[in-house]
């Protein structure tokens, strides 16, 4: 038998590890390189349940934001760059991925994949599964073509990696999610999965089509059966081991969201059709929280009331669940009014909304965005 290598010298190891699920999560990818035994550490899946379990991991939300215009005074060079980046000036807006940690009150920015450093593709979609966050898709900032890249940022290294494109045609406005430990057609998936469904092409023809993605194998899988209907401008989410596709519209009804909801068993890898998830005409893009009801037809999709916080946010309106009972909601009151966030609890009676401070250089419209927890 090899030799026991204590995690701290001269520390029983359940004390080291009581001190190591403290380390904030920006401090991790320097904690694995102080040795092997805390590599190891860090590189465990325990080591991250055991931060859940404990209250000590590091939850936010991971922002899809527009860079924020300076305020009057700012440098010139500064003013000018941001102001284009807003849409003041020329080119398109410039969107970047935003950290926010409603408990201690900060904001960070992370910096762009190295082949992106003009900003993020617009419109599109994030995820976050087993401490990692996955880019996927979107238009070109350049060429406003839609594209199929997937880019992963590791929190545990701090790093940006490229993931295999997308399979199938360029899609715009699909729906995803993702899952740490489901099972796909019997296949696990050790970095995690995500899953993608509907959209439409770069002809406009909303799609029926999905496919899933296994980060630790670096592979995509079309799902093989489509969905009953065509769903553009739907939303994802996952509900235990099936795959919501929420809402959406057809390639012959443009706008006219459907009430349904198409959910997909990850284990059977069939469709099952939910009616009257979703209410009609709504866009559910950036607005949908999880499910309430059964496992029959009358499973409703959650979302924040829309006239929760005396109208607080009502134009541009973003909705990003935290955990089970919150959601971090942001925009502004009317068009042209200062953008605001706020923290909501969900689980009670109407909802308890309580401001969070936005800095202003953190003010830029919230595209979409999703939980963070390590």
């Known amino acids: 038998m090899g030799k026991h290598r204590p995690i701290i010298p001269d520390l029983p190891d359940d004390v080291a590890l009581e001190c190591l699920i403290r380390v904030p999560h920006a401090c991790l990818a320097d904690m694995g390189a102080v040795s092997r035994r805390w590599r190891e550490l860090v590189d465990s899946p325990d080591f991250y349940g055991e931060r859940k379990l404990r209250g000590t991991a590091d939850a936010f939300a991971c922002l899809v934001q527009q860079r924020a215009v300076p305020a009057a005074g700012a440098p010139a060079e500064e003013a000018g760059a941001n102001r284009k980046s807003a849409g003041g000036g020329r080119g398109p807006p410039i969107y970047g991925i935003t950290l926010l940690d409603p408990r201690r009150g900060s904001w960070e920015r992370l910096q762009h994949p190295d082949d992106h450093q003009g900003g993020l593709p617009l419109f599109c979609q994030c995820v976050s599964v087993a401490g990692k966050l996955v880019i996927l898709g979107g238009w070109d900032c350049v060429t406003w073509e839609a594209t199929r890249r997937v880019y992963i940022y590791d929190f545990k290294t701090r790093r940006w990696t490229k993931g295999k494109d997308m399979p ?39 799609l029926r089509t999905g496919a899933v993605y296994d980060i630790g194998r670096d592979e995509w899988e079309d799902f093989g059966e489509a969905m009953e209907e065509e769903r553009d401008e739907c939303e994802g989410l996952m509900v235990g081991k099936e795959f ?25 890898r069939r469709w099952r059709r939910v009616d009257g998830a979703w209410p009609g005409g709504t866009c559910p893009r950036s607005s949908c929280l999880g499910v309430a009801g059964g496992d029959g037809g009358n499973d409703k999709v959650v979302r924040v009331d829309a006239e929760g916080g005396n109208g607080a946010v009502k134009m541009g309106r973003c909705v990003v669940g935290m955990g089970v009972s919150r959601a971090l909601v942001t925009g502004s009151a009317y068009e042209g009014a200062p953008a605001v966030c706020y923290l909501v609890d969900v689980g009670k009676q109407g909802g308890a909304w309580k401001q969070v401070e936005m800095p202003a250089e953190f003010s830029g419209f919230v595209q979409s965005g999703c939980f963070v927890e390590i």
Do not use: I
């Open 168 to 206: 199938g045609p360029a899609r715009s406005f699909f729906a995803a999610a993702a899952a740490e430990s489901t099972t796909s057609g019997g296949r696990g998936g050790r970095g995690g999965l995500v899953f993608v469904a509907g959209g439409h092409d770069e002809s406009k023809n909303a």
């Open 244 to 268: 919501w596709v929420v809402s959406g519209y057809g390639t012959e009804g443009q706008g006219r969201f459907r009430e349904s909801a198409e959910a997909f068993d990850t284990e059977t």
